[in-house]
């Protein structure tokens, strides 16, 4: 048995800017254990550009940001364990993990870092009639097969579902000299950034059909053609509608899963909406000293937000590492829950304790539709604290709030705080 202050599940962009914020300030013992023979997750297949916008103030690629947490990640210090798939976790914190170069090995974490990623949602989750042909690929393991093994999966491509990856995928396809004759989105809207609709569909001509869907797939050993429905507003296919389009490929990006089988193996409360840990102010879940982030929280837009959200899970994990170690008890928390209202469909955290927070706290949501010319309003109980004009709210976008520690002092008892869209 090892022992850790910190045990980091995952080191991807979340588990390392965690891991770098657990080593900071104190001379603590910070393990992160990694499934793949090496560091940075799926960021290794992210060759595009546009990341680290915010937190570097410069367009980099995925490999280039993660790279720049890996190198202060080393230099701070974090011990690796790679090639480790960590099987299970305990409720007092025992991590085992089975290793190719060392078998069985169980760590006994001081806090434990929830940094797994998530994982694409596959074909069998759909119900598309049809064979099981060759050539039907989540869009994220076509963009491993053209980014790392420097295979094409194939040349006549049609895209299901417009969320970021499958948009990004749509333009690397085609630089690589597919053709790629649309991209159907079963929701009036897309589930992908507006930029990546410009720089991915737009720019290359790439028609994009919202409202549609796939509803057949012919071909027996290879795909061959795959029909494309139009939706009622049931999401109901409209008979009559059909479009055959000629093609060896079908790509799917149709939604995100985190990958939460550790999490409740441990015992931890998961959220029907985000399907990743239910969290507090300390981004801390239901569990004592597991803390949570990144994919495995909520599926986030921008890998920047990752690495912000990270740093907070660490520190307030290593923070907990400390009171353990010196025996301290923690003091009583007073959670108000955060209730998501009005088209919001979820927020992170789902609560605050207001003694506990920070002077600032962000509070990250998403919206359930397209909303145009709303106030993203904050209540304390029936007070409102908080209005903000916003021209267009879009699911594929991660919006936040930042509260004041000292408005909600101020308000005194409080029992609920709401998060709500109203007309602007
Ligand atoms: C296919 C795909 C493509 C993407 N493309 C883009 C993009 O182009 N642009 C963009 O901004 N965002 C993209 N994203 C979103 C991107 O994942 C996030 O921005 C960011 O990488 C999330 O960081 P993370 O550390 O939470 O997860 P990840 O990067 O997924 O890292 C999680 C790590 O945990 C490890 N792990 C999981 N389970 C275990 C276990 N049991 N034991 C040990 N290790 C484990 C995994 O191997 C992985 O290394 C993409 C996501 C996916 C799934």
Known sequence: MRHA?????????????????ARQGADRSV????????????????????????????????????????????????DFLLDSMVLDISNDRVVTC??????????????????MGCRERPRGALNIPGFRPAGVYTAGTAQRLVNIEGL??????????????????????????????????LMPFSGGLKRNIVQCLDDFQIPLLLSHTVTRVEGEKRVEAVWVSEVDEHLRPIPGTEVRYPCDTLLLSVGLLPENELSRQAGVELSRV?????????????????????????VHDLVDYVSQEAAVAGAHAAAFADAQAAGRELAAAHEVPVEAAGGIRYTVPQSIDPAR??????????????????????????????????DILVPGQMEQVDLRREDLLAHGTLDKITLTLEEA
Not at 274 to 298: D, K, M, Q, W, Y
């Open 5 to 21: 202050d910190v045990v980091v599940i995952g080191g991807g962009p979340a588990g390392l800017a965690a891991a770098i914020a």
């Open 31 to 78: 393990l992160v254990i990694e499934r793949d023979v090496k560091l940075d997750g799926i960021l290794n297949q992210c060759i595009h550009n546009g990341f680290g916008l915010i937190t570097f103030n410069e367009e980099l690629t995925g490999p280039e940001y993660a790279a720049r947490f890996e190198q202060r990640a080393r230099e701070a210090g974090v």
């Open 98 to 115: 089975v290793s190719a170069g060392h078998g069985l090995v169980q760590v006994q974490a001081g806090a434990v870092v929830l940094a």
């Open 152 to 185: 094409m999966p194939g040349r006549e491509v049609v895209i299901l579902g417009s969320g970021d990856i499958g948009l990004i995928m749509a333009r690397r396809m085609t630089l690589e000299g597919a053709h790629v004759a649309c991209v159907a989105e």
């Open 274 to 298: 985000t399907r990743g840990p239910v969290v507090n102010e300390s981004l801390e879940t239901s569990v004592p000293g597991i803390f949570a982030c990144g994919n495995v929280l909520h």
């Open 357 to 390: 927070m920070p002077d600032r706290l962000t509070v990250r949501f998403r919206v359930g539709g397209v909303y145009e010319h709303r106030a993203v309003c904050v209540y304390l109980d029936g007070e409102r604290i908080l209005r903000r004009k916003r």
